[in-house]
């Protein structure tokens, strides 16, 4: 599965690593190994890919990946400081949060409101459309979607969390990935390592990114759509209160024992540990909104 919000440091590391190998025009970029050098799932490499191709960097062919459009040396320098990016991404939503974005802009009025070219406007609202919580309209606008705003709406998205997943768990159609698993063990025992300094973004998509594995593995695309669609929605919330990182250890370890108990083959045990586990989760950020 896929972490979330990484194609501007992806991008950058592509290009880099392609400069590195001398790389030249028509080499071939396999997307798998480009995941397996980062520590990334393939996902955020293809996306990644996706956008080096809008600019000209690469271009693909179907059923065989991608290559580069000319040598590596001639790569023209991309403005991606993630530092900077990630500026114009939390300023863009806390102020989304609280309000103060209508729900359709212009691309001249975003860059007017936040001083920035258009390049890295468009890096950011790519990556925050990647996430789900803008779409771009026909021209130059973009769309805000919906989001959470209340302590209630945030209370019943939790509850409604805790019935769907504890449910998927028990359908019949539910199937390990070994692959995923794998995945979202070392995930977790990363994220127990270094949370403290790790950014919002990365703990809540190594949060979702476990939660909807589970729901692939389930293999009802209702399921997995509906907790996606929570995700998604409540996402901005979750930025705003998670400065308190002190549950992060015992959430991390929560998590590799529900993938122990699944792996145990025993459903209803790792069922009933995911409604509490989301359950726990809801009683404490939620008590920490305002």
């Not at 990334?40 to 290559?67: D, H, T």
């Not at 991404?89 to 102020?95: E, G, K, L, P, R």
């Not at 209508?102 to 890096?123: A, K, Q, V």
């Not at 609202?125 to 209630?152: A, C, M, Y």
């Amino acid at each position: 599965m896929a972490r979330v919000s990484l194609s501007p440091q992806i991008m950058a590391q592509i290009v880099e690593h392609a400069r590195s190998q001398n790389m030249l025009a028509g080499q071939h970029l396999p997307a798998q190994l480009l995941a397996d050098n980062f520590r990334v799932s393939r996902q955020p490499i293809v996306s990644a890919l996706k956008k080096l191709e809008e600019m000209g960097i690469v271009e693909s062919a179907p059923n065989r990946g991608y290559f580069l459009t000319c040598n590596a040396d001639e790569i023209p320098e991309m403005d991606n400081d993630a530092a900077k990016d990630d500026e114009v991404y939390f300023a863009i939503a806390s102020d989304r949060l609280a309000g103060r974005l209508h729900d359709r802009l212009s691309e001249n009025e975003l860059m007017r409101l936040y001083g920035i070219t258009r390049g890295r406007l468009l890096r950011v609202l790519h990556q925050i459309s990647d996430e789900g919580w803008v779409e771009r309209l026909p021209g130059n606008g973009w769309e805000f979607r919906e989001i959470l705003t209340s302590r209630k709406a945030y209370f019943d998205a939790y509850q409604f969390r805790a019935s769907i997943e504890m449910q998927a768990l028990l359908l019949p159609s539910f199937q390990i990935d070994e692959a995923a698993f794998t995945d979202a063990r070392r995930h977790q025992q990363e994220l127990l390592a270094s949370y403290e300094s790790e950014n919002r973004k990365k703990i809540f998509g190594t949060n979702v990114e476990f939660h909807e594995m589970l729901m692939t593995c389930a293999n009802n695309d209702f399921f997995l759509d509906a907790v996606r669609r929570v995700n998604r929605v409540r996402r901005l919330m979750e930025y705003s209160i998670a400065s308190d990182r002190s549950r992060m250890p015992q959430q991390c370890r929560e998590h590799l024992q529900i993938l122990e108990l699944i792996e145990q083959r025993d459903m209803q045990a790792a069922s009933t540990f995911l409604y509490r586990h989301i359950r726990e989760a809801c009683r404490i950020k939620a008590a920490l909104i305002a």
